[in-house]
């Protein structure tokens, strides 16, 4: 039957529970004992990491990389990686149902698109603050590839405190939060 007047309802709570593993290895390969030519240094490191959420599933990440080093002024550094990204307990179950309604701005709504006009900005707008049950976790792809030259005396020029370094990088997250 129905619960007697003045009963306290019991209310489920968002909640998560999350189990996690970590692993990471570092190996030189060659280094200052075993020296090569044109092989100063080189360098492998893996990490990998296994999360199983109680609302989201298992994922398993890893990054690994290397670097290499032909000589003592040069090192060459690359690596590959993957992500994972639960959203947050408030950005799903957040109780808060209201809307909220602007009619008139008098500033830009910071909350709109990338590229929204400042026309666009000013429009009345409808928010709700409450939680998404539907969002999803972001997932993501990285990967880089570099070089840093520090040369001390090379070629008979003193180029001590010089430091060069490119690095081209490519990132890519599907399902952004934000």
């Known amino acids: ?58 994922t398993d990440n890893y990054k ?21 990204d639960a959203p947050s307990l408030a950005d799903t179950a957040a109780p808060d149902t209201r809307f909220t309604y602007t009619a008139q701005r008098v500033s830009a709504n910071t909350q709109v698109p990338a590229g929204t006009s400042a026309a666009d900005a000013l429009r009345p707008s409808i928010s709700t603050p409450g939680g998404n049950p539907q969002l999803g976790p972001e997932t993501g792809r990285t990967w880089s590839v570099g070089g840093d030259f520090h040369p001390t005396t090379e070629l008979g020029i003193d180029l001590t405190g010089l430091d060069l370094s490119i690095t081209a990088f490519h990132t890519k997250f599907e399902h952004q939060q934000g």
């Open 64 to 84: 690994v990389g290397f670097t290499y080093e032909p000589f003592a002024a040069l090192t060459i550094r690359a690596n590959d990686g993957t992500s994972f």
């Open 1 to 58: 039957g129905p619960p007697a007047p003045g009963a306290q309802m019991a209310v489920a709570r968002p909640h998560r529970i999350t189990n996690t593993g970590f692993a990471e290895i570092n190996v030189p390969i060659v280094g200052k004992d075993n020296e090569l030519p044109f092989v100063h240094a080189l360098t492998f490191n893996a990490s990998g990491r296994i999360d199983s959420y109680s609302d989201f599933g298992n």
